[in-house]
């Protein structure tokens, strides 16, 4: 089940790995919510699910209002075609995104591919004051296979924030065109438990997520997909375990094992790495989650690298306050951040 605290729901999947919840029905029920005359915006990376892409087209039969921006990447054949039977015939590894996005496209949903000449890498949704994002690419993979996170967030400012991020997706203002055209961040309430989402490169996630190391007294544990020594988020990590923080962490097993891997630099630090994903069946350790002295957790789409801070386009959602004084509030962020370290506990007792 779902870890619900207020209007936060957070889904830690996939159950074909042992995890607590399915990451395909709480995307496939957030669209199935889509009424008539409502605006459903989908921004994500790619979609090759059939479960979710035959969601979409029935929330758009239904009247709903559909927009969709996905990365062109995926829509690509092999490669140039050899001639014009091959070009009119395509084949590859992606053929299943091109079949969807066209039976998306003939449903008379609005669908856009991207403009970025880098990585659009975003995986949110928009449903009136409610928002869907995490770890999560529309996927069969993503969601049956990769470990990944889906968080849902009920609030109305949290929601126009996302709004304002899709309406420059939809002006083409991608990557570094969309700096400098945002206001900062700004952290609101939902139910008392502080949010803060930011977009990169808008806002700088990088830098923010090193502010939270920094602000650490106890324990840091995180789970991420690509972590390159490229990010300051490796020496900020460092630098708290050298005064005395406990810092563990779960990677990517083929990730990790890249040169430019931050893998290396941390254990030779001292901090604790497992690495997990491709052996058994399981696919890739996906998340992109940090939890900080079991009361403030971070979730989204942002790889710890250069490119997802200076030139894709993603998101984070930071979730509590570390030195909040309302023993109420703390309870209840401190039961999001205790079930993101659980989940990475998990990662590295099954898999580590």
């Known amino acids: ?3 619900t605290v207020g209007n936060i729901e957070l889904h830690m999947g996939p159950q074909e790995h042992g995890a607590a919840d ?7 029920d957030f669209i199935g919510r889509a009424k008539s005359r409502q605006n459903l915006m989908i921004a994500v990376q790619e979609v090759d699910n059939k479960q979710i892409a035959d969601a979409i087209i029935k929330a758009r039969l239904r009247g709903v209002n559909v927009d969709l921006v996905v990365e062109q990447s995926y829509l690509l054949g092999k490669g140039r075609p050899d001639s014009l039977d091959e070009a009119y015939e395509p ?17 008379t949903a609005d669908v ?9 890498h975003q995986k949110f949704m928009i449903l ?16 049956t296979k990769n470990l990944n996170h889906v968080i849902v967030i009920h609030d109305a400012k949290v929601a126009n924030a996302f709004k304002n991020e899709f309406s420059e997706i939809k002006k083409g203002r991608f990557g570094r065109e969309s700096i400098g055209r945002d206001d900062s961040p700004r952290e609101v309430s939902v139910a008392g438990i502080r949010v803060k989402p930011c977009f990169a490169p808008d806002h700088g996630p990088e830098m923010e997520i090193m502010k939270q190391i920094l602000k650490a007294q106890k324990r840091i544990d995180f789970a ?10 490796d020496d900020a990590l460092i630098a708290a375990h050298a005064r005395g923080i406990a810092v563990r962490g779960v990677l990517d097993r083929r990730q990790a094992n890249q040169t430019w891997a931050a893998k290396d630099a941390l254990k030779n630090a001292g901090i604790e790495i497992a690495v997990a994903g491709g052996t058994g069946g399981l696919g890739k350790v996906h998340h992109k989650m940090m939890a900080i002295d079991d009361q403030l957790s971070i979730f989204g789409s942002f790889n710890y690298t250069k490119p997802a801070n200076r030139s894709n386009d993603e998101n984070i959602v930071i979730v509590g306050e570390l030195f909040e004084t309302d023993q109420a509030i703390r309870k209840a962020q401190g039961k999001l951040a205790k079930a993101a370290r659980k989940e990475i506990d998990r990662i590295i007792d099954d898999f580590g």
């Open 112 to 120: 856009k591919i991207d403009f970025n000449p880098n990585i659009f």
């Open 224 to 233: 991420a997909f690509t972590f390159a020594q490229s990010s300051g988020i």
């Open 1 to 3: 089940m779902p870890i």
């Open 91 to 107: 084949d590859g590894p992606h053929e299943i995104n091109r079949n969807l996005f066209n039976a998306i496209l003939r449903s």
């Open 128 to 143: 009136g004051n409610s928002v869907l994002t995490g770890s999560t690419n529309f996927t069969t993979t993503g969601v």
């Open 22 to 28: 399915s990451l395909v029905a709480p995307i496939v």
